[in-house]
């Protein structure tokens, strides 16, 4: 597919400003996109959607499908007669630089809770059935998903392989009394998701509505403690005895550890896939498009050619192996069933020529990350004069990143002086500006910058440190912190390369 020459921001938005303790689809959410319009940026990126997991984090998502309830505007449910005012008082106390994801829980979700139930005794007869018409619509994915999150509550938030084996391997007559037993939380579930889907798909409109366009993440693996995992099970590589993973995913010692990363979710059932003519995976990619995102970005990209797996019982993973994945099979039956899609491949890693060729063969644009320019000579591929127009989005650093400012602070003398040399100085503007000037200037067809760079911060708003389970994610930032002159920075780069959404 053909991408346009622009540019854009990372931001997930849990990272949005206002009360409530972490962003939300309300004001803050339009206040965001209108930003976008007004600096002529045409792309907003975030990471997945789903509602999180173990560490909070949006690559362990207890479901591949449904929306994160947290993310739900109070405010808006209270423009709906569903919350009273003072109901959200006692969150305007909560952090508003970082996320507490477990106070923001513990207040959130008694109040989402009192709107489902003021929803089921308040409701118009037109919104019951926009309701019911929205639960049979996903009733595919969200039955399963709202038993699934009904079950977790009524096993104290165990993994489903430590529940009961009738419910752990899904005995048809006991998913029958759990469905029977459990109707009002499994309600309260589709609930969540109705709002969620609701107020995503008002931003979504509205971002459109201002020239801008959502990329949105699907990870390349899902939670092991997931719906997808506990009811389609035969996708996914795992004991048939133990239900646990046969195979762990991860990846070998890089850059950011040097026993490597152990995720811990299952790697998949490739050969059972390719028989069910991918379509768990096809249907995943439908639904993103549909309903969520206008471009994905595919994270682990590399994993379709071939990933590293982990036996169980390591610790580390180090002691993984590489093993083939069917991608030619499977893109060419993606775009058989779906078309040309516009698909963004994260092909960060250990890339072998045959990642690359598959990328190239399906035309995927790939990344450029300006943070890994600088460690070796003139033919390192980050560098900007060795870039493919027709195959690169560029970032200054990713959510896996240091913010710019704390990356440069941090390099060595040796890396730094190749920073400012290749750069021809350091502008008063400071580092942070120099290198989004850099990733505007490029080839790349689309120049992507995490909202810490546009804001000039340091390390303490680094998103997240891969290979540690806790204290990530948490980032947010104040509205007052886009100023007048930041935006007046941002759009004259923007115009100057040739960036602009409405040129």
Known sequence: ?????????????????????????????????????????????????????????????????????????????????????????????????????????????????????????????????????????????????????????????????????ELAGRQPKALHRAAQSLEASILYHQFLQYQFLCQWRSVRRYAHSRGVQIIGDIPIYVAYDSADVWSHRENFSLDPETLKPLWMAGVPPDYFSNDGQLWGNPTYNWEYLRKSGFAWWIDRFQKALLDYVDLVRIDHFRGFEAYWAVPQGETTAVNGKWMEAPGVEFFQELSRQLGDLPILAEDLGVITPEVVALRDKFGFPGMKVLHFAFGSDVHNPFLPHNYDHNFATVYTGTHDNNTTRGWFEALGDEEKDRVVSYLGGISPAGITWDLIRLAMGSVAKQAIFPLQDVLGLGAEARMNLPGTAQGNWRWRYRAEAITGKIKDQLRNLTQIYGRAASS
């Not at 921001?9 to 007004?38: N, Q």
């Open 1 to 165: 597919m053909a991408f346009r020459r622009s540019s854009g921001i990372l931001l997930h938005p849990t990272s949005l400003p206002g009360p409530g303790g972490i962003g939300e689809l309300g004001p803050a959410a339009y206040e965001f996109v209108d930003f976008l319009a007004d600096t002529n940026q045409g792309l907003w990126q975030v990471l997945p959607l789903g509602p999180t997991g173990f560490g909070d984090s949006p690559y362990m998502s207890y479901s591949a499908m449904a929306g994160n309830p947290l993310l739900i505007s109070l405010e808006w449910l209270q423009d709906q007669g569903l919350l009273a005012p003072e109901d959200l008082k006692p969150l305007g106390e909560l952090n508003r630089d970082q996320v507490d994801f477990h106070r923001v829980q513990h207040l959130k979700i008694p109040l989402l809770k009192r709107a489902c139930q003021a929803f089921l005794t308040q409701a118009t007869p037109q919104q019951r059935q926009e309701f019911a018409d929205f639960c049979q619509e996903k009733a595919d994915w969200l039955n399963d998903y709202a038993l699934f999150m009904a079950l977790k509550e009524a096993h104290g938030d165990s993994s489903w392989s430590e529940w009961p084996e």
